[in-house]
């Protein structure tokens, strides 16, 4: 099983960048998704997710409005589109696979996540 972000790198204040995260070795059709990013010297951080079948979908506060979250069941493709961006934004980014579900509202909680892919940078330059 295997998750590979790709899309990140070097991008000027306001400009966009669109993150693909490509799974193989099984389906994730029947699990929610998310995009997690961790800039240096900080944890990692909730960025977005997307549940599995109805597309319902969240944001953190800092992205709501600038990002967007989607997927491709059939391709087994999940997307993060990024607009606007702002020099907060420059970190790895990574995308995951929720494994497990504690709580209605956990999609942001890192430990729900079991698969996770190598990350990709992207940076926001001033």
């Known amino acids: 099983v295997q998750l590979q972000a790709s899309g990140g790198g070097l991008v000027q204040t306001g400009g966009s960048l669109r993150l693909s995260c490509a799974a193989s070795?099984?389906?994730?059709?029947?699990?929610?998704m998310g995009w997690f990013r961790q800039a240096p010297g900080k944890e990692r951080e909730f960025v977005s997710y997307i549940s599995r079948n109805d597309g319902v979908t969240y944001y953190t506060d800092s992205v709501k409005g600038r990002f967007a979250i989607s997927r491709d069941n059939a391709k087994n493709l999940m997307y993060l589109q990024m607009n606007s961006l702002k020099p907060e934004d420059t970190a790895v980014y990574y995308c995951a696979v929720r494994t497990t579900i504690s709580g209605i509202n956990y999609h942001d909680r890192i430990y729900e996540y079991g698969y996770w892919g190598q990350g990709t940078q992207v940076t926001v330059s001033s």
């Open positions: 070795g099984r389906s994730f059709s029947n699990y929610g």
